[in-house]
């Protein structure tokens, strides 16, 4: 069984950071892709972070680049999202996910194979 929990949402001020954890389990899990996800009410989920577990590659979506960082911690089974300058656009509900494909191999963005239950993040102006 293959578990993802996410931590650390909350509200924040804009301009404000919040760094978003994701714990997983699943001794035989051979993830190779791990990606965080957000919706905000009324809208599609979409993609926002992406890593490589094999080669540490990142992929961001354009309204994060440059404001929000993805790593991954294989000692703690953490995966984490730092977010800074956050605005009101980043409002939403924050997803992290898991595949046992290459991040490249993934179409449609969104198909990864496991997933978390979310968590919120409110940014007030």
């Known amino acids: 069984q293959v578990i993802l929990a996410e931590s650390g949402g909350g509200s924040v001020q804009a301009g404000g950071s919040l760094r978003l954890s994701c714990a997983f389990a699943?001794?035989?899990?051979?993830?190779?892709?791990m990606g965080w996800f957000r919706q905000a009410p009324g809208k599609e989920r979409e993609s926002v972070a992406r890593?490589?577990?094999?080669?540490?590659?990142?992929y961001y979506s354009d309204p994060v680049k440059g404001r929000f960082a993805v790593s991954l911690d294989n000692a703690k089974h953490t995966m984490y999202l730092q977010m800074s300058r956050l605005n009101p656009a980043d409002t939403g509900m924050y997803y992290c996910a898991a595949d046992t494909r290459d991040c490249w191999m993934i179409s449609p963005p969104g198909s990864f194979g496991y997933w978390g239950q979310g968590t919120q993040i409110t940014v007030s102006s």
């Open positions: 890593i490589n577990t094999v080669d540490g590659n990142t």
């Open positions: 699943g001794a035989a899990f051979n993830r190779r892709c």
